[in-house]
């Protein structure tokens, strides 16, 4: 599973000088009256996995929405290399190389998951077969079930068709809201571990993440948001070691 691994990554974790892919600046989304982004900013380079926690309603969900293009914010910038996108509709904004996973999974139903996985490169005008071959052997379970409606799948097989369809996208960035959310702790463990792999195979990763111990560890950054805001930001180790990290979502020193 490793054979993959490169010595791509910085040698200190935290510190990658890899050109920025993924930038938020001063970003500021309203649903309604509601402000639920209130000046968000965040940066993600080449080859990192960064990690975005906070508790429920924090605006995981809106920071990631904001930037595949399902939000449009009412004051800032998003830009992918550099170029401002804000603005640009989700389906299109895929083209920038921007996979976004989200919350729930959205796994069409009725579908099989072999056109559940075609769908999700109407970009291109065929499918690539290189790109299904590579999701069925991330995700063999898949594989073993091309024919089953996705509707019929269980929670961890719908989250792997989930990944398996932004990665007929292929992304350069990869945006995966709570991938874990409602599985099984060894389903978990291989979400993550296909996580990784899907990184060390080249992909940029913005994880929002409950379970922020395990995304910590697997992240080289991370940003904490509280009510819209980024109340803490660092490398994972740092974040993993912060005492308010700990207490707050760890579980640990609660009093
Ligand atoms: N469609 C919507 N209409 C109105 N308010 C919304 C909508 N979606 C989110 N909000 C509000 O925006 C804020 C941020 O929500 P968001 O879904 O981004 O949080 P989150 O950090 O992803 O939370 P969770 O961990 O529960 O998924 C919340 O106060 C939420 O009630
Ligand atoms: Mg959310």
Redesign the pocket.
């Known amino acids: 599973m490793s054979g993959t691994t490169q010595s791509r990554k910085a040698p200190e974790r935290g510190e990658s000088t890899s050109p920025v892919v993924l930038e938020l600046r001063d970003l500021h989304v309203f649903?309604?009256a509601?402000e639920?982004?209130k000046g968000i900013n965040l940066t993600v380079r080449r080859g990192e996995v960064v990690a975005l926690l906070?508790?429920?309603?924090?605006?995981?969900?809106?920071?990631l929405?904001t930037a595949s293009g399902m939000i449009a914010p009412r004051e800032g910038q998003v830009l992918l290399h550099g170029e401002r996108v804000d603005g640009i509709k989700s389906h299109d904004l895929v083209r920038f190389g921007i996979g976004h996973v989200p919350?729930g999974r959205g796994v069409f139903p009725r579908m099989t998951v072999r056109e559940n996985l075609q769908m999700g490169a109407y970009r291109f005008k065929s499918v690539d077969k290189d790109d299904l071959d590579r999701v069925f052997t991330l995700f063999p379970r898949l594989g073993e079930r091309k024919s089953q409606l996705g509707g019929t799948l269980s929670g961890g097989e719908q989250q792997m068709l989930a990944i398996g369809r932004a990665l007929m996208g292929k992304p350069e960035v990869l945006l995966l809201?709570?991938p874990s959310m409602g599985l099984a702790p060894l389903i978990v463990q291989q979400i993550f571990e296909i996580i990784k792999e899907i990184n060390e195979q080249g992909t940029t990763v913005l994880l929002?993440e409950?379970n922020a111990s395990q995304a910590l560890r697997m992240a080289d950054r991370g940003y904490v948001?509280e009510?819209?805001s980024v109340a803490m930001e660092g490398g994972a180790a740092e974040l993993l070691s912060d005492p308010r990290v700990r207490a707050a979502y760890l579980g640990e020193g609660a009093a």
């Open positions: 649903y309604g509601i639920a982004l906070g508790a429920n309603g924090a605006g995981k969900s809106t920071t929405r919350e809201d709570e929002v409950q948001l009510t819209g």
